[in-house]
């Protein structure tokens, strides 16, 4: 039996929530800054150490995750990060000429093409090229099993295994990261026929596919980063993709309780319990937040605020994913 | 509450914003995703309109709370003054005029479309291709040159003293100052000649044709499939016979954010990564010997007031519980104030001031809630300011 396997879809994890082990593709996206590459690492984390082969893909961002796996430089070669951890940094340009290589196969064909002069810019201003470039990258190594072969039927019982068993995308910060998952459909739409489209159509069948790909969000516990997680559950759910987790980062552990907190806020306080009245609001958006978030009725994990420890050393990011 | 008579604002003539307000008829923030680039630009705007000035916001998604207490309730796209009676209810009086618009990016887009498409037919064609329609909100730096777009034609219009400009989400800073080139690249650029006319078979006069190119195209196409290369023929064409000159068109619109008259707000929060950003994007500007006007650091955690000595009697005194679960709850919150304080004036040293031509830095402290109204937004720009009124 395969270890991918192992674990059937729909069983439930050591926190109570569906497991995420059994996930093929698991895309990670939220606004800027709240908290994805730290929840993209601490999640590889906890994958790996329940016995998951992970491929942790960045797209090509400013690399710190190195820093949050205490691993060497991570760039677009695939690298070893961390035990069952591999990890890339997707550069468009590189990834398309991988891609190239594949497809031409012979190689005074590719030489032509990556030596013509305005093949580059060329690429670059293709609508969606690069987007792709880089999801299809990360869809592909889906594909690979440890023979070397490589096969999109999730389901086949292979005997060699997945080469990795979870492929994780550290999407991008812009917008709201959906401009990216997007690509594939666009592609559907513009291009009738052709190997871009085919693999279009097998990385989109596996995106939308709930026992096998999904997305996870990261929020924040705060008004505006909650308003606009609902819209981006939104957008995703419109194009019908599974959102198996919703991730809160940066949750504070109370110090008041319901009623003390009440009685903060109710009144106008000395300068010398500002900071007290300050806390209590905050943890009144915070709770406000949550209430929100829960209308969403998605698997919820917590991860807490980090005060007294930098949130991005390997210590901090394997404190985290004891919480995933 | 502070009566309405207190909030009136006088900048004082010395200060950073006051040599801004004077001196320029833009004010552009930047910084990285979330640091509070539209309350800093709704903030300022605000501020400039509170001294006399006929000011322009030009916000990109603002928050729905933010643009509901401007007033914007459907979260129209035209421009709109705020009313009086809004600054009047939130005790903020405001001596010129403040108008908010909100940019959209795809109807900016198509307005151009519109305005000069040769004919009823081709107009129709760009904007029924599926390609454009993903080019026109999805494509990288669409939002950052359409917001130049507009800026451009609003200030031609010259309505306004004064012009404050948002920037859109990205991840990286330096887009912005990119997004011209990229649209050239991706409309009028030679490689795209190249293409539509490797494609098309036209034009082999230049030289750039031949055997080779052939060669090249097919491969692109074994990659693309031939039937995408065919809609992105079309579409080029049709975009460049729209744009004629589209590389000037940037041009001119890229050279209009080095003009004398343009300042550079670098929006930053105290984390590492948005200061390291922030840095960054000030080298570059460096680089192009563009003006690095003012830093504003956003969301500072401020030290906290000491706690006062006698911690149980004055809990007693507000009413409060002072058993010792919660004198220590007081206690611990202080100590974890002190704590983020501290913290983030470390990560402040990171921020590279250039000791030859400092640029200033103003900071504006985490407020308790999310600024979403006016009176919100006036306590921003006093921080701004430095000064709050008696
Ligand atoms: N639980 C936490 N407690 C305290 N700080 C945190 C926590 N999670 C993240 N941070 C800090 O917040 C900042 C942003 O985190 P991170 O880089 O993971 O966000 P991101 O969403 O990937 O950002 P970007 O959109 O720029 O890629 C970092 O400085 C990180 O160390
Ligand atoms: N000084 C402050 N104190 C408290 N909350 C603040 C402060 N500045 C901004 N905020 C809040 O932080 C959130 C983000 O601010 P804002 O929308 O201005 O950021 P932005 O840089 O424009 O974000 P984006 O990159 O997504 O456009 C908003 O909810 C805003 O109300
Ligand atoms: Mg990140
Ligand atoms: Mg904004």
Same mark, same amino acid.
């Given at each position: 039996?395969?270890? =991918?396997?192992?674990?059937?879809? /729909?069983?439930?994890?050591?926190?109570? #929530?569906?497991?995420?082990?059994?996930?093929?593709?698991?895309?990670?996206?939220?606004? /800027?800054?709240?908290?994805?590459?730290?929840?993209?690492?601490?999640?590889?984390?906890?994958?790996?150490?329940?016995?998951?082969?992970?491929?942790?893909?960045?797209?090509?961002?400013?690399?710190?995750? =190195? /820093?949050?796996?205490?691993?060497?430089?991570?760039? &677009?070669?695939?690298?070893?990060?961390?035990?069952?951890?591999?990890?890339?940094?997707?550069?468009?340009?590189?990834?398309?000429?991988?891609?190239?290589?594949?497809? #031409?196969?012979?190689?005074?064909?590719?030489?032509?093409?990556?030596?013509?002069?305005?093949?580059?810019?060329?690429?670059?201003?293709?609508?969606?090229?690069?987007?792709?470039?880089?999801?299809?990258?990360?869809?592909?190594?889906?594909?690979?099993?440890?023979?070397?072969?490589?096969?999109?039927?999730?389901?086949?019982?292979?005997?060699?295994?997945?080469?990795?068993?979870?492929?994780?995308?550290?999407?991008?910060?812009?917008?709201?990261?959906?401009?990216?998952?997007?690509?594939?459909?666009?592609?559907?739409?513009?291009? &009738?026929?052709?190997?871009?489209?085919?693999?279009?159509?097998?990385?989109?069948?596996?995106?939308?596919?709930?026992?096998?790909?999904?997305?996870?969000?990261?929020?924040?516990?705060?008004?505006?980063?909650?308003?606009?997680?609902?819209?981006?559950?939104?957008?995703?759910?419109?194009?019908?993709?599974?959102? &198996?987790?919703?991730?809160?980062?940066?949750?504070?552990?109370?110090?008041?309780?319901?009623?003390?907190?009440?009685?903060?806020?109710?009144?106008?306080? &000395?300068?010398?319990?500002?900071?007290?009245?300050?806390?209590?609001?905050?943890?009144?958006?915070?709770?406000?937040?949550?209430?929100?978030?829960?209308?969403?009725?998605?698997?919820?994990?917590?991860?807490?605020?980090?005060?007294?420890?930098?949130?991005?050393?390997?210590?901090?990011? #394997?404190?985290?994913?004891?919480?995933? | 509450?502070?009566?309405?008579?207190?909030?009136?604002?006088?900048?004082?003539?010395?200060?950073?914003?006051?040599?801004?307000?004077?001196?320029?008829?833009?004010?552009?923030?930047?910084?990285?995703?979330?640091?509070?680039?539209?309350?800093?630009?709704?903030?300022?705007?605000?501020?400039?309109?509170?001294?006399?000035?006929?000011?322009?916001?030009?916000?990109?998604?603002?928050?729905?709370?933010?643009?509901?207490?401007?007033?914007?309730?459907?979260?129209?796209?035209?421009?709109?003054?705020?009313?009086?009676?809004?600054?009047?209810?939130?005790?903020?009086?405001?001596?010129?005029?403040?108008?908010?618009?909100?940019?959209?990016?795809?109807?900016?887009?198509?307005?151009?479309?519109?305005?000069?498409?040769?004919?009823?037919?081709?107009?129709?064609?760009?904007?029924?291709?599926?390609? *454009?329609? *993903?080019?026109?909100?999805?494509?990288?730096?669409?939002?950052?040159?359409?917001?130049?777009?507009?800026?451009?034609? +609003?200030?031609?219009?010259?309505?306004?003293?004064?012009?404050?400009?948002?920037?859109?989400?990205?991840?990286?800073?330096?887009?912005?100052?990119?997004?011209?080139?990229?649209?050239?690249?991706?409309?009028?650029?030679?490689?795209?000649?190249?293409?539509?006319?490797?494609?098309?078979?036209?034009?082999?006069?230049?030289?750039?044709?031949?055997?080779?190119?052939?060669?090249?195209?097919?491969?692109?196409?074994?990659?693309?499939?031939?039937?995408? +290369?065919?809609?992105?023929?079309?579409?080029?064409?049709?975009?460049?016979?729209?744009?004629?000159?589209?590389?000037?068109?940037?041009?001119?619109?890229?050279?209009?954010?080095?003009?004398?008259?343009?300042?550079?707000? +670098?929006?930053?929060?105290?984390?590492?990564?948005?200061?390291?950003?922030?840095?960054?994007?000030?080298?570059?500007?460096?680089?192009?010997?563009?003006?690095?006007?003012? *830093?504003?650091?956003?969301?500072?955690?401020?030290?906290?007031?000491?706690?006062?000595?006698?911690?149980?009697?004055?809990?007693?005194?507000?009413?409060?519980?002072?058993?010792?679960?919660?004198?220590?709850?007081?206690?611990?919150?202080?100590?974890?104030?002190?704590?983020?304080?501290?913290?983030?004036?470390?990560?402040?040293?990171?921020?590279?001031?250039?000791?030859?031509?400092?640029?200033?830095?103003?900071?504006?402290?985490?407020?308790?809630?999310?600024?979403?109204?006016?009176?919100?937004?006036?306590?921003?720009?006093?921080?701004?300011?430095?000064?709050?009124?008696?």
């Amino acid at each position: 039996m395969p270890t =991918s396997t192992s674990r059937a879809p /729909g069983s439930l994890g050591s926190n109570g #929530l569906p497991s995420l082990d059994a996930l093929r593709f698991i895309y990670v996206t939220g606004k /800027g800054g709240v908290g994805k590459s730290t929840a993209t690492a601490a999640l590889a984390r906890a994958m790996a150490a329940r016995g998951r082969r992970v491929l942790v893909c960045m797209t090509n961002a400013k690399e710190r995750m =190195s /820093g949050m796996l205490g691993s060497p430089p991570i760039g &677009p070669e695939i690298v070893s990060a961390a035990p069952n951890i591999d990890a890339v940094n997707m550069e468009p340009r590189k990834c398309l000429e991988e891609y190239g290589v594949m497809i #031409l196969k012979v190689k005074a064909l590719y030489k032509a093409l990556f030596e013509n002069r305005y093949v580059d810019s060329f690429f670059r201003a293709v609508p969606g090229l690069y987007e792709w470039s880089m999801l299809g990258k990360a869809w592909y190594h889906t594909t690979e099993l440890l023979s070397g072969k490589t096969s999109d039927d999730v389901d086949a019982p292979y005997a060699d295994g997945w080469k990795y068993e979870t492929v994780i995308v550290d999407g991008p910060a812009t917008g709201h990261g959906l401009d990216m998952l997007r690509v594939p459909r666009v592609l559907l739409d513009v291009a &009738p026929a052709g190997p871009m489209r085919k693999e279009a159509e097998r990385a989109w069948r596996l995106f939308q596919d709930p026992s096998h790909a999904g997305v996870v969000m990261v929020t924040l516990p705060e008004e505006m980063p909650a308003n606009e997680t609902l819209e981006l559950a939104e957008g995703v759910r419109e194009m019908n993709l599974p959102i &198996p987790r919703l991730v809160v980062n940066g949750l504070l552990p109370p110090l008041f309780q319901h009623e003390q907190r009440g009685l903060l806020l109710a009144r106008e306080l &000395p300068l010398g319990l500002t900071s007290a009245h300050a806390r209590a609001s905050r943890e009144q958006i915070q709770e406000d937040a949550l209430a929100k978030l829960a209308t969403l009725k998605l698997p919820t994990s917590y991860l807490p605020f980090l005060v007294n420890q930098e949130p991005s050393s390997p210590q901090a990011i #394997l404190a985290l994913a004891h919480h995933l | 509450m502070t009566s309405p008579k207190s909030r009136k604002l006088t900048i004082p003539p010395q200060s950073h914003l006051a040599k801004l307000l004077d001196t320029k008829q833009v004010l552009l923030c930047v910084g990285c995703g979330g640091v509070g680039k539209t309350t800093t630009s709704a903030a300022l705007a605000l501020a400039a309109a509170r001294a006399g000035k006929r000011v322009l916001c030009l916000t990109i998604d603002p928050a729905k709370r933010l643009a509901n207490s401007l007033g914007l309730e459907h979260m129209t796209r035209e421009e709109t003054l705020v009313s009086p009676e809004i600054f009047a209810r939130a005790g903020v009086p405001v001596d010129g005029s403040l108008t908010v618009m909100m940019l959209d990016t795809k109807r900016t887009f198509d307005e151009i479309v519109i305005r000069h498409a040769s004919s009823q037919k081709a107009r129709e064609a760009i904007l029924n291709n599926k390609i *454009y329609q *993903y080019v026109s909100t999805s494509l990288a730096g669409t939002q950052e040159y359409m917001a130049m777009e507009k800026l451009q034609a +609003l200030r031609e219009a010259g309505t306004y003293d004064l012009i404050v400009l948002d920037t859109p989400p990205t991840a990286n800073a330096l887009d912005f100052l990119d997004a011209p080139e990229r649209m050239v690249e991706a409309i009028d650029s030679p490689a795209m000649r190249w293409f539509v006319q490797a494609f098309t078979g036209k034009s082999v006069s230049l030289g750039l044709l031949g055997k080779g190119s052939q060669l090249v195209l097919k491969a692109v196409g074994k990659i693309t499939g031939a039937a995408f +290369l065919d809609q992105l023929a079309g579409f080029i064409a049709a975009m460049n016979d729209l744009f004629g000159g589209f590389t000037e068109r940037a041009k001119r619109v890229s050279e209009a954010l080095r003009g004398p008259d343009v300042a550079f707000v +670098l929006v930053t929060s105290p984390e590492p990564m948005a200061i390291e950003e922030i840095n960054f994007f000030a080298d570059r500007l460096r680089e192009f010997a563009m003006p690095r006007d003012v *830093y504003v650091v956003n969301r500072m955690h401020m030290p906290p007031a000491p706690l006062p000595g006698d911690l149980a009697g004055e809990l007693v005194g507000c009413g409060l519980p002072a058993d010792p679960a919660f004198q220590h709850a007081v206690q611990a919150a202080h100590h974890e104030a002190t704590l983020l304080a501290q913290r983030d004036a470390s990560h402040l040293e990171r921020l590279r001031i250039d000791a030859r031509d400092p640029t200033p830095v103003l900071r504006v402290p985490a407020f308790e809630n999310d600024v979403h109204d006016v009176g919100a937004l006036a306590r921003v720009g006093e921080a701004l300011i430095g000064h709050v009124a008696a």
